[in-house]
Each structure stands twice: as structure tokens, then as C-alpha cells.
């Protein structure tokens, strides 16, 4: 099993950045698929990224391909988000996820608190 704690969200400008962490406690991280997912208000949770256990596939959401950045440290047992040119539209709770040796998807067991991402205009 593993615990999520997301940080590093807050609030920025149109067109800056962020970088949001997702710290992992729990043995044997690297045999995880780790990712993001955002949640805006009245809007279902959705897919942003995502990075295989094995970290050789990464995958984005269209709406943020060539904006953001998804990474891990396996030493460090962190998944990190790097977020550039924010749209308001990116507003939204960020939550990191992990699966066991397979992909993240919504259905995945294991889950962050959430992190407030709000990008003003």
C-alpha cells in the first residue's frame, strides 16, 4: 500500500507556472503507475498525466500536452507535475494517484487529499 500527499498548488497569473509533488510513503514505489487528475467545481474528475511503473510511458491529457511536464524520483519516492503557461480553464483540485504495476485510472486505489490549483486572469 501507499499514502499520497500532494503539494504545491496555489494561486497564480495566466500564462505562469507551478509545480505541484505528490510525496509517497510505502515500500517498493517504483512498482507503481503513478498520475494526475483535476477535479474543477460542478465538473468531473478528469485525467491530466500519467507515468508508467515502469517509467517508460508517459501519457497527457490533449487539453495539456506541451504545457505540462509529468516526472518521478523513485529515490525520493515523489511524482512531480510541473505546470507552465496556466490557463483559468486549468483551475481545478489536483489529485495524485497510484496503481499497482498497472496504469492510473479513476478507479485506481490509491489517492491524494487534493491540491488547490486556481489560475487567475
Known amino acids: 500500500q501507499v499514502q499520497l500527499v500532494e503539494s504545491g498548488g496555489g494561486l497564480v497569473q495566466a500564462g505562469g507556472s507551478l509545480r505541484l509533488s505528490c510525496a509517497a510513503s510505502g515500500r517498493f514505489f517504483s512498482n507503481y503507475g503513478v498520475g494526475w487528475f483535476r477535479q474543477a467545481p460542478g465538473k468531473d474528475r478528469e485525467f491530466v498525466a500519467a507515468?508508467?511503473?515502469?517509467?517508460?510511458?508517459?501519457r497527457y491529457a490533449d487539453s495539456v500536452k506541451g504545457r505540462f511536464t509529468i516526472s518521478r524520483d523513485n529515490a525520493e519516492n515523489t511524482v512531480y507535475l510541473q505546470m507552465n503557461s496556466l490557463k483559468p480553464e486549468d483551475t481545478a483540485v489536483y489529485y495524485c494517484?497510484?496503481?499497482?504495476?498497472?496504469?492510473?485510472?479513476?478507479?485506481?486505489?490509491?489517492w491524494g487529499q487534493g491540491t488547490q490549483v486556481t489560475v487567475s486572469s
Open positions: 494517484a497510484a496503481d499497482f504495476r498497472t496504469d492510473v485510472k479513476l478507479r485506481s486505489p490509491y
Open positions: 507515468i508508467a511503473w515502469s517509467g517508460g510511458v508517459i
